[in-house]
């Protein structure tokens, strides 16, 4: 199946593009998906910014949108099923005062 993941902000200069497509196993979870872009971006700054290594997951400051939905609301990236045609949202928190 394929999905879109649409980078913006940081994440977006980081990669290279506001754009990338995945193909996935049908009843891929967003766990998949981000692994799968994690180590695709392996060795450019984009995997630095999203990856905590010694946590051996993303940073608590990136932020990710399923088909308009935050996932946490949902039980978390191993809970969130994708389907065929899902958008992904991909950005940076950030505060300022």
Avoid: C
């Avoid at 990856?51 to 949902?74: A, H, T």
């Amino acid at each position: 199946m394929r999905v879109t993941v649409k980078y913006y902000g940081v994440i977006k200069q980081l990669a290279g593009t506001s754009l990338e497509e995945y193909d996935l196993p049908k009843d891929s979870l967003l766990t998949d998906l981000m692994n799968l872009i994690v180590k695709q971006h392996k060795g450019d700054g984009l995997y630095d910014k999203l990856w905590n290594k010694k946590e051996k997951e993303l940073k608590p400051l990136v932020m990710v949108v399923v088909d308009g939905e935050d996932p946490m609301e949902q039980g978390g990236y191993d809970r969130v099923m994708l389907k065929e045609g899902s958008k992904v949202e991909l950005t940076m928190a950030f505060a300022g005062g």
